[in-house]
């Protein structure tokens, strides 16, 4: 496995693709790092963050904040009882 990711080629051409993809209307990670400013900053983030990439991969070691995220699913059931609430808002306020 660790020779696999040796032979992945990242660059900051790559890096920089990837953060201009991030749109800026969606919420912030775990570490409230928005996407609109992460883009924003991005001639300063491509090089420190390839290098990070970079040494990740020619070791096979992940940073452990890679590794956590804040995950929150929304059951089809919540999704339509979040829909009919607002319909019923709706309906309310423009009555």
Not at 16 to 29: C, I, M, Y
Not at 43 to 67: N, Q, R, Y
Request: with cysteine; proline share 5%.
């Amino acid at each position: 496995m660790m020779d696999e990711l040796s032979n992945i080629s990242i660059d900051e051409i790559t890096v920089g693709k990837k953060l201009d993809k991030l749109r800026p209307d969606k919420a912030a990670n775990a570490k409230d790092l928005s996407p609109r400013f992460l883009a924003e900053l991005k001639e300063e983030l491509c090089h420190p963050v390839t290098k990070i990439m970079k040494a990740s991969f020619d070791t096979g070691v992940v940073p452990d904040d890679w590794k956590t995220a804040n995950v929150c699913p929304i059951f089809k059931s919540y999704l339509q009882i979040v829909r009919n609430m607002k319909l019923s808002v709706m309906q309310w306020f423009f009555t």
